[in-house]
């Protein structure tokens, strides 16, 4: 008999998992339009060159470059497989040029199932892996099936010892939760009328060239023939204003669409531990928040919405999003609020809140902000009346109205900014026209800056920026020595895991 000890088994490998078998069909179209943009630059100006544009051979080589691009695109969806092992997810695709991914469970700071309409018609979700660490999601995992898709969410979370908390996939019925807030359509048109971005501009601006063009065609020849009609005083005035009526209800038209197809069918529910939202018309988006992971909310209220009765509530963790406006980086966005229910609603993802926000004894900024304010206002203005008094004349003096509407609108946003620390928040209130107020939880801050320009120097005053993983924000402008004195005050104090150590003498 051997007294030798038995070698312990071998560790059993984790099978890789692949995508389904459909995935690359499903994303033939996603990046064949990401491709069309990557290229717009290069089309736009050849397609209006027209007949000088690029030769043929120009064409045929900027086919090939972008079927080469579509092809390693489905190419990676294709090869492209995952598994998670121990506390990593790990991704990996490519089989002549492999590459391999490793994401820390820990580190994830939400999980995002979307089902856009290409995978919906083959029966497939994606799933978005976000930390920390970018500005766009980690893991993007295109074509799984809502199964596989539960699974690897519910892998995750067991991993953190959140294991119960996923939600059902798109598709899939209902279950009896609690329901945060909803979104019905007359809320959602209201939202986007209320809501013009530059996006919508964009859209609109590009709609009207096309409408123009049409319309050109159309009654160019009736104008002709009514000249007379048409060219009667005042008819260019009726005629400017009825274009912009036209033009403003179509800016609200894109707008409400817009705030339709993003959130149609909205529903944010508490499953505990986290929060979770889903909507979507076309692309059906499900986004899960662990409430521990909250960094800081943003009530935007502008005046409009306010009058309207209700906001918006942005919720971001430190996971990183790119976008041109505030609403599109958050994690979590609720588009409708109804002022009422503001109160319960902002405790529910910060039970630190003292007060409804309206009753916070929130400090006023510096006074001499006031004076700052105003002479920017009075140089804005000067910069845009001016030229236009030099080339139009008496119409362009009309722009000088600009400078009481500028000195009044420096004081309305002046005597609305507010800020307040409390034991476990700051909470910081901006504009009047468009308000924002935010709040941020105190042990979430990563730093903290006090700084002065030259004309603040003058008048003795400074403005503290507080940052936190993924954001800051803006303290109003407050005395000098205030600013360096809330340096030391705003990070609260953690307490320390390890044993006290002893001081480390720096070099010199």
Do not use: C
């Not at 007294?3 to 312990?8: D, F, K, T, V």
């Not at 033939?28 to 397609?47: I, K, Q």
């Not at 919720?315 to 505030?326: I, K």
């Not at 400074?462 to 990070?491: F, K, M, N, T, Y």
């Amino acid at each position: 008999m051997s007294s030798e000890p038995e070698a312990p088994p071998a560790t059993q490998e984790v099978p890789w998992k692949r995508l389904s078998s459909k995935a690359p069909l499903a994303a033939l179209v996603p990046l064949s339009a990401s491709l069309g943009r990557l290229m717009l630059g290069a089309l736009l100006p050849a397609y209006f060159a027209g007949e000088h544009g690029p030769p043929g051979f120009a064409w045929v080589f900027m086919s090939g470059i972008a079927a080469l691009l579509l092809a390693g695109g489905l190419y990676e969806v294709a090869t492209l497989s995952y598994r998670v092992v121990g506390a990593q997810l790990e991704i990996r695709s490519g089989v002549f040029t492999r590459s391999s991914r490793f994401i820390e469970a820990a580190r994830v700071q939400n999980t995002e199932v979307l089902q856009p309409f290409m995978s919906k018609l083959f029966g497939l979700v994606e799933v978005k892996v976000e930390t920390a660490s970018g500005g766009k999601a980690d893991g993007h995992l295109r074509g799984l099936t809502p199964e596989d898709a539960q699974a690897l969410v519910l892998a995750l979370q067991a991993v953190r010892g959140e294991a119960g908390t996923a939600g059902p996939l798109p598709g899939d019925p209902a279950r009896e939760e609690r329901v945060l807030s909803e979104a019905h359509l007359g809320g959602l048109l209201l939202y986007g009328a209320t809501a013009l971005g530059v996006g919508v501009i964009a859209v609109a601006l590009g709609a009207l060239h096309e409408i123009t063009e049409t319309f050109q065609k159309l009654l160019r020849p009736w104008m002709e023939a009514h000249w007379d009609a048409v060219a009667a005083p005042g008819m260019g005035w009726l005629a400017a204003t009825v274009a912009a009526l036209i033009g403003l209800l179509g800016l609200w038209l894109v707008s409400g669409v817009r705030a339709v197809l993003r959130f149609h069918g909205f529903r944010l529910v508490d499953t505990g531990t986290h929060l979770r939202a889903v909507g979507g018309l076309i692309t059906r988006r499900q986004v899960t928040v662990r409430r521990a992971r909250i960094q800081q909310v943003v009530l935007d209220e502008p005046l409009l919405r306010r009058t309207l009765g209700f906001g918006s509530v942005e919720v971001e963790t430190a996971g990183v999003r790119g976008g041109q406006e505030a609403a599109d980086r958050a994690e979590l966005l609720v588009p409708v609020v109804p002022t009422a229910r503001m109160p319960e609603l902002l405790r529910e993802f910060v039970p630190e809140l003292p007060d409804a926000l309206g009753s916070l004894p929130l400090q006023r900024a510096h006074p001499k902000a006031l004076l700052r304010a105003r002479i920017r206002a009075v140089g804005l203005s000067v910069l845009v009346a001016a030229p236009a008094t030099w080339f139009w004349g008496a119409w362009g003096a009309v722009a000088w109205l600009l400078l009481p509407a500028q000195w009044l609108g420096a004081w309305f946003d002046w005597r609305f900014q507010g800020w307040l620390v409390t034991d476990a928040l700051v909470v910081v209130r901006q504009g009047f026209w468009r308000r924002r107020t935010t709040v941020v939880q105190r042990a979430r801050i990563q730093s903290v800056k006090a700084r002065q320009g030259p004309l603040e120097r003058g008048y003795g005053i400074g403005h503290v920026r507080i940052d936190v993983a993924g954001s800051h924000v803006i303290l109003p402008s407050v005395g000098w020595a205030e600013a360096q004195s809330l340096i030391d005050v705003l990070p609260a104090r953690r307490p320390s895991r390890s044993p006290q150590l002893p001081a480390v003498r720096l070099p010199g």
